[in-house]
Protein backbone atom coordinates (compact mmCIF):
# COMPACT_ATOMS: atom_id res chain seq x y z
CA UNK A 1 0.00 0.00 0.00
CA UNK A 2 2.57 2.33 1.07
CA UNK A 3 4.70 1.48 -2.39
CA UNK A 4 1.65 2.74 -4.29
CA UNK A 5 1.41 5.86 -2.27
CA UNK A 6 5.18 6.37 -2.99
CA UNK A 7 5.25 5.92 -6.36
CA UNK A 8 2.18 7.51 -7.61
CA UNK A 9 2.28 10.48 -5.38
CA UNK A 10 5.36 11.38 -4.12
CA UNK A 11 7.17 14.53 -3.99
CA UNK A 12 7.09 16.64 -7.16
CA UNK A 13 5.60 13.57 -9.18
CA UNK A 14 3.59 14.77 -12.19
CA UNK A 15 0.68 12.82 -13.73
CA UNK A 16 2.18 11.57 -16.46
CA UNK A 17 4.51 9.87 -14.31
CA UNK A 18 1.83 8.67 -11.78
CA UNK A 19 0.24 7.24 -14.96
CA UNK A 20 3.06 5.48 -16.67
CA UNK A 21 4.21 4.29 -13.78
CA UNK A 22 0.59 2.71 -12.87
CA UNK A 23 0.48 1.48 -16.36
CA UNK A 24 3.69 -0.67 -15.96
CA UNK A 25 2.20 -2.56 -13.41
CA UNK A 26 -0.97 -3.62 -15.22
CA UNK A 27 -0.25 -7.12 -16.39
CA UNK A 28 -1.06 -7.57 -20.56
CA UNK A 29 -4.55 -8.91 -20.42
CA UNK A 30 -7.56 -8.90 -22.87
CA UNK A 31 -9.63 -5.90 -22.63
CA UNK A 32 -11.79 -7.70 -20.38
CA UNK A 33 -12.36 -11.09 -18.38
CA UNK A 34 -15.31 -11.98 -20.42
CA UNK A 35 -16.34 -11.14 -23.73
CA UNK A 36 -19.88 -10.39 -24.25
CA UNK A 37 -22.11 -10.79 -27.66
CA UNK A 38 -23.33 -7.27 -28.98
CA UNK A 39 -26.99 -8.78 -28.61
CA UNK A 40 -29.05 -8.67 -25.32
CA UNK A 41 -28.30 -11.45 -22.98
CA UNK A 42 -28.83 -12.96 -19.52
CA UNK A 43 -26.03 -11.72 -16.39
CA UNK A 44 -26.27 -12.57 -13.02
CA UNK A 45 -25.64 -9.79 -10.59
CA UNK A 46 -21.97 -11.20 -9.74
CA UNK A 47 -20.72 -10.97 -13.43
CA UNK A 48 -22.33 -7.46 -13.60
CA UNK A 49 -20.18 -5.99 -10.55
CA UNK A 50 -17.05 -8.12 -11.92
CA UNK A 51 -16.85 -6.72 -15.08
CA UNK A 52 -18.09 -3.23 -14.00
CA UNK A 53 -14.60 -3.63 -11.87
CA UNK A 54 -12.29 -5.31 -14.28
CA UNK A 55 -13.04 -2.26 -17.21
CA UNK A 56 -12.78 0.24 -14.28
CA UNK A 57 -9.19 -0.98 -13.16
CA UNK A 58 -8.45 -0.95 -16.87
CA UNK A 59 -9.59 2.39 -17.97
CA UNK A 60 -7.73 4.09 -14.95
CA UNK A 61 -4.64 2.64 -13.23
CA UNK A 62 -5.32 4.85 -10.04
CA UNK A 63 -8.10 2.44 -9.34
CA UNK A 64 -7.85 -0.35 -7.09
CA UNK A 65 -9.65 -2.96 -4.71
CA UNK A 66 -8.92 -3.38 -0.72
CA UNK A 67 -10.47 -5.43 1.54
CA UNK A 68 -10.77 -8.78 3.19
CA UNK A 69 -10.42 -11.48 1.16
CA UNK A 70 -10.86 -9.75 -2.30
CA UNK A 71 -7.26 -11.12 -3.71
CA UNK A 72 -6.25 -14.52 -3.08
CA UNK A 73 -10.06 -15.99 -2.34
CA UNK A 74 -11.47 -13.89 -4.96
CA UNK A 75 -14.05 -12.29 -2.56
CA UNK A 76 -15.93 -13.54 -0.17
CA UNK A 77 -18.72 -13.47 -2.59
CA UNK A 78 -16.55 -13.99 -5.58
CA UNK A 79 -16.86 -10.47 -7.27
CA UNK A 80 -13.40 -9.97 -7.91
CA UNK A 81 -12.78 -13.02 -9.27
CA UNK A 82 -9.59 -12.65 -11.98
CA UNK A 83 -8.97 -9.65 -10.92
CA UNK A 84 -5.64 -10.28 -8.88
CA UNK A 85 -4.35 -12.53 -11.29
CA UNK A 86 -4.54 -9.75 -13.74
CA UNK A 87 -3.78 -6.82 -11.87
CA UNK A 88 -1.55 -7.53 -9.31
CA UNK A 89 -0.90 -7.34 -5.37
CA UNK A 90 -0.51 -3.53 -5.98
CA UNK A 91 -3.90 -3.05 -6.95
CA UNK A 92 -5.94 -6.25 -5.61
CA UNK A 93 -4.82 -5.79 -1.90
CA UNK A 94 -6.01 -8.49 0.73
CA UNK A 95 -5.99 -6.96 4.11
CA UNK A 96 -6.22 -8.28 7.74
CA UNK A 97 -9.58 -8.19 9.50
CA UNK A 98 -9.41 -4.29 10.24
CA UNK A 99 -11.99 -2.14 8.64
CA UNK A 100 -11.15 0.67 10.66
CA UNK A 101 -7.34 0.17 9.44
CA UNK A 102 -8.21 -0.10 6.04
CA UNK A 103 -11.11 2.30 5.90
CA UNK A 104 -8.70 5.13 7.02
CA UNK A 105 -6.03 4.11 4.80
CA UNK A 106 -8.49 4.57 2.03
CA UNK A 107 -9.73 8.13 2.76
CA UNK A 108 -6.10 8.57 2.77
CA UNK A 109 -5.12 7.15 -0.71
CA UNK A 110 -8.03 9.04 -1.98
CA UNK A 111 -6.90 12.60 -0.46
CA UNK A 112 -3.85 12.32 -2.46
CA UNK A 113 -5.57 11.58 -6.22
CA UNK A 114 -5.94 7.66 -6.03
CA UNK A 115 -9.29 5.89 -6.93
CA UNK A 116 -10.11 3.00 -4.00
CA UNK A 117 -12.46 0.56 -3.48
CA UNK A 118 -13.06 -0.67 -0.68
CA UNK A 119 -15.10 -3.38 0.20
CA UNK A 120 -17.22 -4.31 3.26
CA UNK A 121 -17.10 -7.91 3.67
CA UNK A 122 -21.01 -6.50 5.05
CA UNK A 123 -22.04 -3.54 5.56
CA UNK A 124 -22.69 -4.30 9.22
CA UNK A 125 -19.21 -4.61 9.44
CA UNK A 126 -18.34 -0.86 8.18
CA UNK A 127 -18.99 0.02 12.65
CA UNK A 128 -16.45 -1.96 13.78
CA UNK A 129 -13.84 -0.30 15.55
CA UNK A 130 -10.08 -0.97 16.67
CA UNK A 131 -10.22 -0.18 20.71
CA UNK A 132 -7.90 1.69 22.81
CA UNK A 133 -5.10 1.28 23.48
CA UNK A 134 -4.10 1.82 19.79
CA UNK A 135 -7.19 3.75 18.44
CA UNK A 136 -10.80 4.37 19.19
CA UNK A 137 -12.01 4.72 15.21
CA UNK A 138 -14.45 3.02 13.94
CA UNK A 139 -14.89 2.48 10.05
CA UNK A 140 -17.65 4.65 10.00
CA UNK A 141 -15.83 7.26 11.55
CA UNK A 142 -13.66 7.72 8.47
CA UNK A 143 -16.48 7.57 6.00
CA UNK A 144 -18.97 10.17 8.05
CA UNK A 145 -16.02 12.38 9.24
CA UNK A 146 -12.94 12.01 6.67
CA UNK A 147 -14.79 11.09 3.50
CA UNK A 148 -17.85 13.03 3.55
CA UNK A 149 -17.26 15.93 4.99
CA UNK A 150 -13.61 16.70 3.80
CA UNK A 151 -15.03 18.66 0.24
CA UNK A 152 -17.00 20.66 2.44
CA UNK A 153 -14.44 21.61 5.14
CA UNK A 154 -11.68 22.83 2.60
CA UNK A 155 -13.96 24.90 0.87
CA UNK A 156 -13.92 22.33 -2.11
CA UNK A 157 -10.08 21.96 -2.11
CA UNK A 158 -10.45 18.20 -1.56
CA UNK A 159 -11.83 15.50 -3.43
CA UNK A 160 -12.47 12.28 -1.97
CA UNK A 161 -13.16 9.72 -4.87
CA UNK A 162 -13.13 6.22 -3.17
CA UNK A 163 -16.45 3.79 -3.31
CA UNK A 164 -17.34 1.76 -0.32
CA UNK A 165 -19.18 -1.56 -1.35
CA UNK A 166 -20.18 -4.96 -0.58
CA UNK A 167 -23.34 -6.68 0.56
CA UNK A 168 -26.25 -5.06 2.48
CA UNK A 169 -29.56 -5.87 4.37
CA UNK A 170 -30.80 -8.83 5.65
CA UNK A 171 -29.34 -12.09 3.76
CA UNK A 172 -30.84 -15.75 5.40
CA UNK A 173 -30.06 -17.50 8.62
CA UNK A 174 -27.10 -14.57 9.66
CA UNK A 175 -28.61 -12.98 12.75
CA UNK A 176 -29.57 -9.64 13.82
CA UNK A 177 -25.69 -8.43 13.50
CA UNK A 178 -25.69 -9.18 10.02
CA UNK A 179 -28.67 -8.13 8.58
CA UNK A 180 -29.49 -4.46 8.93
CA UNK A 181 -30.54 -2.04 6.35
CA UNK A 182 -27.87 1.02 6.29
CA UNK A 183 -29.59 2.66 3.35
CA UNK A 184 -30.89 5.44 5.57
CA UNK A 185 -28.15 6.27 7.79
CA UNK A 186 -25.61 6.89 5.10
CA UNK A 187 -28.73 8.52 3.06
CA UNK A 188 -28.74 11.00 5.77
CA UNK A 189 -25.09 12.21 5.78
CA UNK A 190 -24.28 15.13 3.67
CA UNK A 191 -21.10 14.57 1.35
CA UNK A 192 -21.96 10.95 0.72
CA UNK A 193 -23.86 9.83 -2.89
CA UNK A 194 -25.56 6.80 -1.91
CA UNK A 195 -26.54 3.64 -4.38
CA UNK A 196 -28.34 0.50 -4.32
CA UNK A 197 -28.68 -1.40 -7.63
CA UNK A 198 -31.34 -4.18 -8.08
CA UNK A 199 -30.72 -5.34 -11.74
CA UNK A 200 -27.62 -6.40 -13.66
CA UNK A 201 -27.27 -3.74 -15.41
CA UNK A 202 -28.53 -1.58 -12.63
CA UNK A 203 -25.15 -3.20 -11.10
CA UNK A 204 -23.14 -2.62 -14.27
CA UNK A 205 -24.18 1.32 -14.90
CA UNK A 206 -24.27 2.45 -10.86
CA UNK A 207 -20.51 1.23 -10.24
CA UNK A 208 -19.25 2.59 -13.31
CA UNK A 209 -20.92 5.92 -12.55
CA UNK A 210 -19.52 5.51 -8.57
CA UNK A 211 -16.01 4.84 -9.72
CA UNK A 212 -15.99 7.84 -11.57
CA UNK A 213 -17.25 10.09 -9.68
CA UNK A 214 -15.09 12.47 -7.72
CA UNK A 215 -17.15 12.23 -4.58
CA UNK A 216 -17.36 9.34 -2.05
CA UNK A 217 -19.89 6.54 -2.82
CA UNK A 218 -21.96 4.20 -0.94
CA UNK A 219 -22.30 1.58 -2.71
CA UNK A 220 -25.02 -1.29 -1.05
CA UNK A 221 -25.53 -3.90 -2.77
CA UNK A 222 -27.62 -7.50 -1.51
CA UNK A 223 -26.08 -10.68 -1.15
CA UNK A 224 -28.92 -12.44 -2.30
CA UNK A 225 -29.27 -10.70 -5.54
CA UNK A 226 -26.01 -11.90 -6.49
CA UNK A 227 -26.56 -15.32 -8.26
CA UNK A 228 -29.56 -13.34 -9.92
CA UNK A 229 -29.62 -13.14 -13.62
CA UNK A 230 -31.44 -10.40 -15.67
CA UNK A 231 -31.47 -9.45 -19.24
CA UNK A 232 -28.93 -6.96 -20.35
CA UNK A 233 -28.68 -4.81 -23.14
CA UNK A 234 -26.38 -4.71 -25.41
CA UNK A 235 -25.56 -0.56 -24.88
CA UNK A 236 -25.17 -1.61 -21.15
CA UNK A 237 -22.17 -4.54 -21.98
CA UNK A 238 -20.30 -1.69 -24.14
CA UNK A 239 -17.53 -0.62 -21.45
CA UNK A 240 -18.18 3.29 -22.24
CA UNK A 241 -21.82 2.59 -20.74
CA UNK A 242 -22.64 4.63 -17.14
CA UNK A 243 -25.91 5.56 -15.66
CA UNK A 244 -26.61 8.86 -14.13
CA UNK A 245 -26.21 9.46 -10.07
CA UNK A 246 -29.57 10.72 -8.63
CA UNK A 247 -31.53 9.21 -11.25
CA UNK A 248 -34.48 6.61 -10.41
CA UNK A 249 -35.79 4.16 -13.12
CA UNK A 250 -39.49 3.41 -13.67
CA UNK A 251 -39.62 -0.11 -13.96
CA UNK A 252 -43.15 -0.86 -15.10
CA UNK A 253 -45.55 1.91 -15.65
CA UNK A 254 -49.15 1.93 -14.08
CA UNK A 255 -51.96 4.82 -13.24
CA UNK A 256 -53.83 3.73 -9.88
CA UNK A 257 -50.50 3.64 -7.83
CA UNK A 258 -47.01 4.21 -7.27
CA UNK A 259 -44.58 1.19 -5.38
CA UNK A 260 -41.37 3.14 -5.08
CA UNK A 261 -38.72 0.14 -3.78
CA UNK A 262 -34.81 -0.27 -4.06
CA UNK A 263 -32.48 -3.03 -4.35
CA UNK A 264 -33.98 -6.64 -3.15
CA UNK A 265 -37.57 -5.08 -2.66
CA UNK A 266 -37.79 -4.10 -6.31
CA UNK A 267 -38.22 -7.84 -7.72
CA UNK A 268 -40.86 -8.14 -4.46
CA UNK A 269 -42.66 -4.99 -5.95
CA UNK A 270 -42.83 -6.25 -9.55
CA UNK A 271 -44.44 -9.13 -8.12
CA UNK A 272 -47.19 -7.74 -6.68
CA UNK A 273 -47.28 -5.75 -9.53
CA UNK A 274 -48.18 -8.76 -11.26
CA UNK A 275 -50.99 -9.82 -8.86
CA UNK A 276 -52.52 -6.47 -8.17
CA UNK A 277 -53.07 -6.37 -12.39
CA UNK A 278 -54.98 -9.64 -12.17
CA UNK A 279 -57.73 -7.63 -10.00
CA UNK A 280 -57.51 -4.13 -12.06
CA UNK A 281 -55.17 -2.32 -10.05
CA UNK A 282 -52.43 -0.57 -12.68
CA UNK A 283 -48.89 0.01 -10.37
CA UNK A 284 -46.28 1.73 -11.39
CA UNK A 285 -43.02 0.44 -9.41
CA UNK A 286 -40.05 2.85 -9.54
CA UNK A 287 -36.76 1.34 -8.80
CA UNK A 288 -35.11 3.94 -6.96
CA UNK A 289 -31.76 3.18 -7.87
CA UNK A 290 -30.27 6.05 -5.79
CA UNK A 291 -31.04 7.01 -2.59
CA UNK A 292 -29.43 9.74 -2.18
CA UNK A 293 -29.26 11.82 -3.98
CA UNK A 294 -32.85 11.41 -3.84
CA UNK A 295 -35.05 11.67 -7.44
CA UNK A 296 -37.54 13.57 -6.00
CA UNK A 297 -38.82 14.59 -9.48
CA UNK A 298 -39.54 11.08 -10.68
CA UNK A 299 -41.75 10.30 -7.51
CA UNK A 300 -43.08 12.64 -7.56
CA UNK A 301 -44.46 13.10 -11.51
CA UNK A 302 -45.52 9.83 -10.84
CA UNK A 303 -47.70 10.41 -7.72
CA UNK A 304 -49.33 13.32 -9.38
CA UNK A 305 -50.32 10.91 -11.99
CA UNK A 306 -51.57 7.76 -10.37
CA UNK A 307 -53.07 9.56 -6.94
CA UNK A 308 -51.41 7.05 -4.57
CA UNK A 309 -48.28 5.80 -3.08
CA UNK A 310 -46.84 3.02 -1.45
CA UNK A 311 -43.22 2.86 -0.20
CA UNK A 312 -41.37 -0.36 0.10
CA UNK A 313 -37.85 -0.91 2.04
CA UNK A 314 -36.09 -3.62 4.35
CA UNK A 315 -35.55 -1.46 6.84
CA UNK A 316 -36.58 -0.03 10.30
CA UNK A 317 -39.91 2.06 9.19
CA UNK A 318 -38.59 5.01 11.46
CA UNK A 319 -36.24 7.59 10.07
CA UNK A 320 -36.44 5.31 7.18
CA UNK A 321 -35.80 6.13 3.69
CA UNK A 322 -39.54 5.38 2.83
CA UNK A 323 -40.44 8.55 5.80
CA UNK A 324 -37.57 10.72 3.52
CA UNK A 325 -40.20 9.70 0.40
CA UNK A 326 -43.21 10.45 2.23
CA UNK A 327 -42.38 13.83 3.22
CA UNK A 328 -41.21 14.65 0.17
CA UNK A 329 -44.54 14.18 -1.67
CA UNK A 330 -46.38 15.40 1.42
CA UNK A 331 -44.02 19.04 0.44
CA UNK A 332 -44.39 19.02 -3.22
CA UNK A 333 -47.85 17.01 -4.26
CA UNK A 334 -50.31 16.60 -0.80
CA UNK A 335 -52.89 17.82 -3.26
CA UNK A 336 -52.52 15.52 -5.77
CA UNK A 337 -53.11 12.42 -3.09
CA UNK A 338 -56.58 10.48 -2.62
CA UNK A 339 -55.45 8.60 -0.07
CA UNK A 340 -52.91 8.09 3.26
CA UNK A 341 -49.19 7.11 2.14
CA UNK A 342 -48.81 3.48 3.07
CA UNK A 343 -44.91 3.03 4.26
CA UNK A 344 -44.11 -1.42 3.88
CA UNK A 345 -40.87 -1.89 5.61
CA UNK A 346 -39.08 -4.09 7.87
CA UNK A 347 -40.64 -4.72 11.41
CA UNK A 348 -38.91 -2.48 13.82
CA UNK A 349 -36.98 -5.15 16.26
CA UNK A 350 -33.46 -6.54 15.25
CA UNK A 351 -33.55 -9.06 13.02
CA UNK A 352 -34.98 -12.59 14.49
CA UNK A 353 -32.40 -15.56 13.68
CA UNK A 354 -35.46 -18.14 13.42
CA UNK A 355 -36.23 -18.58 9.53
CA UNK A 356 -40.05 -18.08 10.39
CA UNK A 357 -39.73 -15.17 12.64
CA UNK A 358 -37.31 -13.80 9.99
CA UNK A 359 -39.40 -14.13 7.16
CA UNK A 360 -42.36 -12.40 9.24
CA UNK A 361 -39.43 -9.36 9.85
CA UNK A 362 -38.76 -8.39 6.39
CA UNK A 363 -41.78 -7.31 4.04
CA UNK A 364 -42.76 -9.75 1.45
CA UNK A 365 -44.74 -9.77 -1.90
CA UNK A 366 -48.17 -10.34 0.04
CA UNK A 367 -47.20 -6.80 2.24
CA UNK A 368 -46.74 -4.92 -0.39
CA UNK A 369 -50.27 -6.53 -2.79
CA UNK A 370 -51.92 -5.59 1.12
CA UNK A 371 -50.24 -2.20 1.40
CA UNK A 372 -51.60 -1.24 -2.22
CA UNK A 373 -54.96 -2.77 -1.97
CA UNK A 374 -55.42 -0.07 1.50
CA UNK A 375 -54.56 3.24 -0.66
CA UNK A 376 -56.72 1.92 -3.44
CA UNK A 377 -59.25 1.19 -0.61
CA UNK A 378 -59.86 -1.94 -2.16
CA UNK A 379 -58.50 -3.71 1.09
CA UNK A 380 -60.79 -6.87 2.65
CA UNK A 381 -61.95 -5.99 6.48
CA UNK A 382 -60.27 -7.28 8.68
CA UNK A 383 -64.01 -8.54 10.24
CA UNK A 384 -64.20 -10.63 6.86
CA UNK A 385 -61.33 -11.91 7.42
CA UNK A 386 -61.71 -13.57 11.36
Known amino acids: MLGILRQKVGAGSSSAMILGQSL ?10 RNYASAAKEMTVRDALNSALDEEMSADPKVFLMGEEVGEYQGAYKISKGLLDKYGPERVLDTPITEAGFTGIGVGAAYYGLKPIIEFMTFN ?110 EALDSSFCLPIGKAKIEREGKD ?49 TNRLVTVEEGFPQHGVGAEICTSVIEESFGYLDAPVERISGADVPM ?26 RAVPLAATA
Open 125 to 234: FSMQARVPPRSSHSAIDHIINSAAKSNYMSAGQINVPLVFRGPNGAAAGVGAQHSQCYAAWFASCPGLKVLSPYSSEDARGLLKAAIRDPDPVVFLENELLYGESFPVSA
Open 257 to 305: VTITAFSKMVGYALKAADILAKEGISAEVINLRSIRPLDRATINASVRK
Open 24 to 33: QRIRPAASGL
Open 352 to 377: PYAANLERMAVPQVEDIVRGAKRACY
